[in-house]
């Protein structure tokens, strides 16, 4: 599907386009802005003039807002123009740890309970003017808070449920921890979106020399819990896959999880192949440096890591000696959440710019359309596969043609 098509512009707009990007996402979302902008000023239709598209061209859809702290670190949202009538997209990055305020004097970095407190915020000043709010949360607030074991609480649920009776009709969140979690709003709309079509771009793009075949070339879940994006990729690039096994110590918890004693692998023999390791986050990267470790040992020729979050917790520098020593070839993470200006330095990291992907679902949302022929990426995933390997077969036979 064109980004840039016509196709929307018999379908009238649930309500004027308005973005709202907190703070925490404000570079993002100003991509957004700029493509949706694009997009619609390119389009040509004769209903565009009628009432029913008022306000549907636009050089900025951004409505203006202001977050502000009292000394005391309470904190206030102010919308500084009308939202009455509208179709609104809030976008918030609560994984944003850079952003800080001042209480009683000191400097505090916001956490993600800080971030959603201004969403929150954001939604109330609203004062239930808005036609419909959507909330566009990549890194799903308290995601790894998901299930319940004995005496616990269940932040993720009721965080979905707090924003369902704020008034939020869609909930956008990218390939979430643990996606059971909509069943706290069982009759709502959650979406669950998943990145693999970007990530498989940008990895034909930033690795010119991958043989996709399942001689060359294999899929890795570090865990148990991602053997379904492990199985979607070895699937669309008809690829063998294996998994490890986290064996932990159960009898310890060091910083709200069990240790990693060690990690069992179940799978094919990956000995001379290039492996990509999928997961959907990179926290402190220890249980991934790991996996990459014990990949190298059975003769792996290069490791990547493809994660939808690089957390990257604990910093950079086992990332910098893991790639010093060969035994990490690779990075990939989006600009979903906060990239921190070193780790754009990185030369063993490659960002995957999510913003155009954005655009498009807002697009189809605000036009009421489908965004099913949006999530399923199978055919876009083969025919840049196809061209790929066409491009590397021509790049072959021309090198071999120098040669004689």
């Known amino acids: 599907m064109s980004e840039t098509s016509s196709e929307f512009i018999e379908r009238i707009p649930v309500g004027p386009l308005a973005l709202l990007p907190l703070p925490s996402i404000r570079p993002l979302g100003e ?3 700029d493509y949706l902008a694009e997009w619609r000023r390119e389009r040509e239709s004769e209903h565009k003039e ?19 702290r009292f000394g005391s670190g309470e904190g206030k949202a102010v919308l500084q123009e009308t939202v009455r009538g509208v179709d609104l997209y809030i976008m918030v990055d609560v994984m944003n740890f850079s952003m800080t305020y001042s209480m009683f004097g000191q400097i505090n970095h916001m956490s993600p309970d800080d971030h959603y407190q201004d969403l929150k915020r954001v939604i109330a000043a609203t004062t239930g003017k808005a036609k419909r709010i959507n909330v566009i949360m990549p890194f799903m607030y308290e995601s790894r808070q998901h299930k319940r074991s004995g005496r616990e609480s269940l932040d993720c649920a009721m965080m979905l449920q707090e924003l369902k009776s704020y008034g939020v009709t869609n909930f956008i969140t990218f390939d979430a921890h ?9 009759q709502d709309s959650f979406d669950n979106i998943s990145c693999s079509y970007q990530f498989i771009k940008a990895m034909l793009r930033t690795v010119p020399d991958l043989d996709i075949d399942k001689d060359h070339m294999m899929i890795i879940s570090p865990d148990e819990g991602g053997m379904s994006r492990a199985i ?5 690039l008809s690829l063998d896959m294996g998994m490890f096994y986290k064996r932990r110590d159960y009898t310890q918890v060091i ?3 069990n240790p990693i004693v060690a990690h069992e692998f179940l799978g094919s023999d990956v000995d001379g192949k290039d492996v990509f390791i999928i997961d959907d986050m990179i926290s402190s990267g220890e249980s991934l440096i790991d996996t990459a470790k014990e990949l190298k040992e059975r003769k792996a020729k290069r490791v990547f890591a493809c994660c939808t979050f690089g957390l990257f917790t604990s910093g950079f520098n086992k990332f910098d000696q893991a790639y010093a020593a060969g035994i990490l070839d690779g990075v ?21 710019d999510m913003s155009k992907y954005i655009a498009l679902l807002i697009d189809n949302l605000n036009h009421d359309e489908s965004i099913s022929p949006i999530l399923d ?12 390997k066409a491009h590397r077969a021509e790049m072959n036979q021309q090198l071999e043609l120098n040669l004689q």
């Not at 009432?51 to 050089?59: L, M, P």
């Not at 990939?332 to 995957?352: A, C, D, G, M, R």
Request: include cysteine.
């Open 31 to 33: 991509k957004v802005n």
């Open 50 to 68: 009628t009432i029913a598209f008022n306000g549907y061209q636009k050089d900025d859809y951004i409505v203006k807002c202001k977050i502000s």
């Open 255 to 257: 910083d709200g999880r």
């Open 178 to 186: 643990d996606p059971r979690v909509m069943n706290a709003i069982p």
């Open 332 to 352: 990939f993470t989006t600009n979903l959440i906060y990239q921190q200006p070193e780790l754009l330095t990185k030369p063993w990291y490659h960002s995957v």
């Open 377 to 388: 990426s199978s055919k876009k995933i083969n025919d840049k596969v196809a061209a790929y």
């Open 232 to 236: 979607f990729y070895a699937n669309i």
